[in-house]
């Protein structure tokens, strides 16, 4: 692809948090999976970009989870191994059709105490994606980027809910900021997309993206709007860290153009979405980490046939 | 537009009903708006191609309807003015954000003895708009069109719940099937669209398209896969004959373009979009009517920059 895989790819650093997750659903099940927003979104950058990954592990991850990570050519140096306790470990149940989930059980364990230190090459990092975690902690990342990164920061209805002061003073600080409908909705009162994107700017980041899980995504940008369907899936195995590698592949490839025009942010969006195309066929990362560039590639050409109106 | 108002256009018969709806909704309300999935169907035919209604109105309907209808160049031979009693009279309203919508009153009036009868000079009409009304009624229009009519039905969840024999026996019938996801997953029981697709082009059609409102449409052609977002519209003031607008743009883009294959089937789905995002932003056919062709062709180019991924 002429957008990918380019040798100028810029690296780009990944924050999140790093978790076993058990995870039971209609059909499937495991009580030990590689999870976390850093974890998947540090694997879905990876097929795009050097990365980066900033998290802390407890004294139960193991050699061949960090071998699984190296094998996707992902820069440790910045994972802190806390031998004080255990991994953050979450348990959840989704309900028929994926409609519902239901948490049973979250043990922060070592995150509890986690503090986001970037070593000393990371701070200039050009492209940074803030992953799913505290907005306080998100903040922190960015006291110690050197200006000129390119900051992308994704949330949840939790800190919505619990730490909206804090989300509200990261916002003005990041370039593109990714939420779903429902927490557009729930952040700005705007129930039509259409007008909570523009709120959402409004609110700080020049670029804001509105997923909107199998009906696609928005993207609202200085130069204008796109609209993008999710990639046909026929079975869903597993839909979380679907956000995650998201914004991870959205990341990954916009430093591999090493440009953030609408342009590239389109081909960028329609990455991200086939990648969560593929983390949501599996538990964990397991399917994306098989399917590997080749399935990347050719979904994204599905993709453009799929959408294409024809010539005006 | 190369593939619309061309000479070559082939004329296209809509049948369905013409109806009086009163219409409340959270902002808006009238008591007497011209409607009917036959009404909306053929006023965003005629934007593309020569169009030909067959319906039965009563003694109510007047010369200023007759006219509002002519003055789209409709056809009006096929339709029936029984003087016996008054138009067929629905009304509604919508609950907040258009979420919920409740029937207050049908009078079928002059519509309970409603038999489709074609004109001569309709039954080799090359293009048919089975519009939503009874499929039994449906099935009557085509025992009294010619082979090789490219035909098109609409349904409603209404007949799929009481009249499911009679739709199951239209459907084999017909080229082409409209319905939403939520009708699709009642008929097929899949609540995923990619796997309704194909289990309802088992049940006859060629060619099916399942609408989901706000958030596009999917086109399952045996040439392939098309999906489309909706075209992005902030303020729905009546989303009533919404899906009616959608058929008639599609069907008389088709011919237009004489063709239906999946290129021109592309370009058709994306007129009807547009022309269905004209149709909710007023109370009946209103803002349709007045923006005419130019706001159509105009939000197609809008719907092609807003969709476009880019070159592969």
């Known amino acids: 692809m002429e957008n990918t895989k380019r040798s100028s790819a810029q690296p780009v650093l990944v924050v999140g948090s790093v978790a076993f997750d058990a995870i039971k659903t209609p059909t499937d099940g495991n009580n030990r999976i590689l999870g976390g927003s850093a974890t998947y979104g540090a694997v879905a950058s990876s097929f795009f970009a050097p990365t980066r990954l900033v998290g802390v592990v407890g004294n139960d991850f193991s050699e061949a989870d960090i071998a699984r990570l190296k094998g996707r050519g992902i820069d440790l140096e ?3 191994i806390d031998q004080s306790g255990e991994t953050f ?5 989704y309900g028929e059709n994926f409609a519902t989930r239901q948490t049973l059980e979250t043990r922060l364990n070592v995150f509890a105490h986690f503090k986001p230190t970037l070593p000393a090459e990371y701070k200039s990092s050009p492209y940074a994606l803030l992953g799913n975690i505290q907005p306080s902690l998100q903040s922190m990342v960015l006291d110690q ?4 990164s390119f900051t992308v920061a994704d949330t949840m209805n939790l800190w919505i809910d619990h730490a909206r002061p804090d989300l509200l003073a990261l916002l003005p600080r990041v370039s593109l900021f990714i939420l779903n409908d429902e927490e557009a909705h729930q952040l ?8 909570a994107g523009p709120k959402l ?3 700080g980041p020049k670029i804001v993206l509105i997923k909107k899980g199998a009906h696609g995504a928005v993207l609202f940008h200085p130069e204008g709007l796109f609209s993008i369907p999710a990639y046909p899936v026929t079975r869903v195995a597993d839909p979380t860290g679907a956000g995650d590698s998201f914004a991870g592949a959205l990341v990954g490839c916009l430093a591999a153009a090493h440009d953030t025009s609408i342009a590239t942010m389109r081909r960028a969006v329609a990455f991200a979405t086939v990648t969560a195309s593929l983390t949501v066929e599996s538990l964990g990362i397991d399917r994306l980490e098989q399917a590997g560039w080749e399935e990347i590639d050719r979904r994204y050409a599905a993709l453009i046939k799929l959408t294409t ?3 005006s």
């Open 78 to 80: 910045g994972l802190q």
């Open 89 to 93: 470990f979450w348990s959840g149940v």
């Open 145 to 148: 980027l050197t200006a000129g």
């Open 188 to 195: 700005t009162g705007e129930a039509n997309v259409y007008l």
């Open 201 to 203: 700017q409004s609110l």
């Open 309 to 311: 109106i024809g010539c």
